[in-house]
């Protein structure tokens, strides 16, 4: 297997489907001349050319809908936002027309379209460009919400989504661009819904998706050399959510905690931890904790940025915390 990087794959598995099937295609801003904002559709253009990879004026709303309208009439676009950030522009596309036309026309029309781009925070970035938008669109009914963590995750998946015949939301952490890992070189699929136990533990289920999954993976390290096992679950989707995988730890472990980069209020993690309550609360020992960005906008400072964001030590707090160890 080969070392990639998470811009790799991602144009791997671009260029994988396009190659397959015809009907697929992207556009979105810079994708063409300049490779993409991340690099992330370098030769693509030189490859396929100008009619399967398109570059848009920046218009997020014109060229949403000009995909949405390209999947109702068969092909299957790939329209990338320089970052999410900007796809609020278009969200009247994402929302009202791409998420609903199949539930509106009575499952006539399909909408094979993925959307994606960077997510999430990037350093100094400010904060009209450092949102976490995994929370907003897995609220919207018939979105797929996928956020992955590693390079592995995120080529299977996006090539699952590719060949998905609905909406697909995929969020890249923008700061995981340049994460390397082992790639096999064979095609291979991920199903999308279907969580992975990363790390298998007896104290504590914690729940981390995107780069917190990292985060998470840290503070479980640091716990084991305290003695304390932490059973570390990705859960790769975020709309389908692999509640499943979940509740059968938590009925293990009998204390969770949700680690996730989006706002506190009615994000994944409260989502999560509800669900939780619903269906094992005869198993737990401890109320469920999380661990998000807190409920204000991202600083610019360095200082307030790496205090904003969540830390290993934040992890290891909430751990001690379900595990009364405080």
């Given at each position: 297997m080969?070392?990639?990087?998470?811009?790799?794959?991602?144009?791997?598995a671009i260029?994988?489907?396009?190659?397959?099937?015809?009907n697929v295609?992207?556009?979105?801003?810079?994708?063409?001349?300049?490779?993409g904002?991340?690099?992330a559709?370098q030769?693509?253009?030189?490859?396929?050319?100008?009619?399967?990879?398109i570059?848009?004026?920046?218009?997020?709303l014109?060229?949403s809908?000009l995909?949405?309208?390209?999947?109702?009439?068969?092909?299957?676009?790939?329209v990338?936002?320089?970052?999410?950030n900007?796809?609020?522009?278009?969200m009247d596309?994402?929302?009202?027309?791409?998420a609903?036309?199949?539930?509106?026309?009575?499952g006539?029309?399909?909408?094979?379209?993925?959307?994606?781009?960077?997510?999430?925070?990037?350093?100094?970035?400010?904060?009209?460009?450092?949102?976490?938008?995994?929370s907003?669109?897995?609220h919207?009914?018939?979105?797929?919400?996928?956020?992955?963590?590693?390079?592995?995750?995120a080529?299977?998946?996006?090539?699952?989504?590719i060949?998905?015949?609905?909406?697909?939301i995929?969020l890249?952490?923008?700061?995981?661009y340049?994460m390397?890992?082992e790639?096999?070189d064979?095609?291979?699929?991920?199903?999308?819904?279907?969580?992975?136990?990363k790390r298998?533990?007896?104290d504590v289920?914690?729940?981390?998706?995107?780069?917190?999954?990292?985060?998470?993976?840290?503070a479980?390290?640091?716990?084991?050399?305290?003695?304390?096992?932490?059973?570390l679950i990705?859960?790769?989707?975020?709309?389908?959510f692999?509640?499943?995988?979940v509740?059968?730890?938590?009925k293990?472990?009998?204390?969770?905690?949700?680690?996730?980069e989006?706002?506190?209020f009615?994000?994944?993690a409260a989502?999560?931890g509800?669900?939780?309550?619903?269906?094992?609360?005869d198993?737990?020992?401890?109320p469920v904790?999380?661990?998000?960005?807190p409920?204000?906008?991202?600083?610019?400072?360095?200082k307030?940025?790496d205090a904003?964001?969540p830390?290993?030590k934040?992890?290891?707090?909430?751990?001690?915390?379900?595990?009364?160890?405080?």
């Amino acid at each position: 297997m080969a070392q990639k990087q998470f811009r790799e794959v991602i144009r791997d598995a671009i260029a994988e489907e396009m190659e397959r099937d015809e009907n697929v295609f992207i556009m979105g801003e810079e994708v063409a001349e300049y490779n993409g904002a991340y690099k992330a559709t370098q030769g693509l253009l030189d490859r396929f050319g100008e009619k399967r990879v398109i570059d848009t004026p920046i218009s997020e709303l014109g060229f949403s809908g000009l995909g949405v309208g390209a999947a109702m009439n068969g092909l299957r676009p790939i329209v990338e936002f320089m970052t999410f950030n900007f796809a609020v522009v278009g969200m009247d596309q994402l929302i009202n027309n791409a998420a609903k036309i199949r539930h509106m026309s009575g499952g006539q029309v399909k909408i094979p379209i993925v959307f994606r781009g960077p997510n999430g925070s990037a350093g100094q970035l400010a904060a009209t460009h450092s949102v976490a938008y995994e929370s907003l669109y897995g609220h919207f009914p018939g979105l797929i919400t996928i956020h992955p963590s590693d390079p592995y995750d995120a080529k299977g998946l996006l090539k699952a989504a590719i060949r998905d015949d609905n909406p697909v939301i995929f969020l890249e952490s923008e700061q995981m661009y340049g994460m390397k890992q082992e790639v096999p070189d064979e095609e291979y699929l991920l199903p999308i819904g279907k969580a992975e136990v990363k790390r298998e533990g007896s104290d504590v289920t914690i729940v981390a998706d995107g780069k917190l999954y990292h985060v998470a993976k840290q503070a479980a390290e640091e716990l084991s050399k305290d003695g304390v096992e932490v059973e570390l679950i990705n859960p790769r989707t975020i709309k389908p959510f692999d509640m499943e995988t979940v509740i059968k730890s938590v009925k293990k472990t009998n204390r969770c905690v949700v680690v996730n980069e989006s706002h506190p209020f009615a994000g994944v993690a409260a989502e999560v931890g509800f669900q939780i309550q619903r269906e094992a609360f005869d198993y737990l020992d401890a109320p469920v904790q999380r661990v998000t960005i807190p409920d204000v906008p991202a600083p610019f400072s360095k200082k307030l940025f790496d205090a904003w964001l969540p830390s290993p030590k934040n992890v290891i707090d909430a751990v001690n915390t379900v595990t009364y160890r405080n």
